[in-house]
């Protein structure tokens, strides 16, 4: 019940493409749910966050997905770009909890010039 | 604002030796978390600190591990003997009291060998 699932676990894409990175959660206390873009060498850096009272958020290229009905959420990057190329990881929380986060697997990114 | 710190980096060591990494948080910043990331996984909470005191070490190995923050501030993990298994990333992160936005450090790549 503690598990987010993560697909896909890489995914190529043509500059100015969509990207779409999929998570799904079975815990239903959970109720922030963050994504993390991660560079080679570099610890995780958040990117988007979304708590599940709305259905979308924006900012900038970035997109959160929410549907609360499906325990599934997602990330849409817009107009892709080579320099967005990393890894991407989901995680889902209890906001009244300790504020443990537990991750995806992760989603490898390459954007192809 | 300066961020989460590290260090060392990198470490080698062989198994069965000991290795401690360090932590310093972002200022003000009450809640602490050490997360070890195997390649290819989604980090993994070994130990929360709140201030001195621990929240949450469900997931440490205590017969090996050991983690500690004196004047709750820097932090310390210790591993103590390492196997091989233990060859991973170990992410520091930290957050505001009661926020859930974690910040990451740029983590201690450990090879155990």
């Known amino acids: 019940q503690q598990q987010v699932k993560q697909s896909p676990q890489s995914l190529i894409v043509q500059k100015g493409g969509i990207s779409i990175i999929n998570c799904a959660y079975e815990?239903?206390?959970?109720?922030?749910f963050p994504w993390y873009q991660q560079f080679p060498g570099k610890g995780p850096a958040l990117l988007i966050a979304?708590?599940?009272?709305?259905s979308e958020k924006k900012e900038g290229r970035f997109t959160i997905s929410f549907n609360k009905s499906a325990k599934q959420f997602s990330l849409h990057i817009m107009d892709s770009q080579p320099g967005d190329s990393a890894t991407y990881f989901c995680?889902?929380?209890?906001?009244?909890?300790?504020?443990?986060?537990?991750f995806g697997q992760g989603t490898t990114l390459q954007v192809k010039p | 604002e300066a961020g989460v710190a590290q260090s060392p980096r990198y470490k080698i060591i062989e198994k069965r030796q000991s290795v401690a990494f360090w932590c310093n948080p972002i200022s003000g910043h009450a809640t602490l978390y050490w997360y070890q990331q195997i390649l290819g996984q989604g980090p993994k909470l070994l130990i929360q600190f709140q201030n001195n005191g621990v929240v949450d070490d469900s997931q440490l190995p205590k017969d090996r591990f050991s983690a500690e923050r004196l004047k709750g501030v820097d932090s310390t993990l210790k591993i103590q003997p390492a196997k091989l298994e233990d060859s991973a990333v170990y992410l520091c992160?930290?957050?505001?009291?009661?926020?859930?936005?974690?910040?990451f450090g740029p983590g201690t790549r450990l090879t155990v060998t």
């Open positions: 992160a930290s957050s505001l009291l009661l926020q859930n936005e974690q910040y």
């Open positions: 815990n239903t206390a959970f109720d922030y």
């Open positions: 995680a889902a929380s209890k906001i009244s909890n300790t504020g443990k986060l537990i």
């Open positions: 979304i708590r599940p009272d709305v």
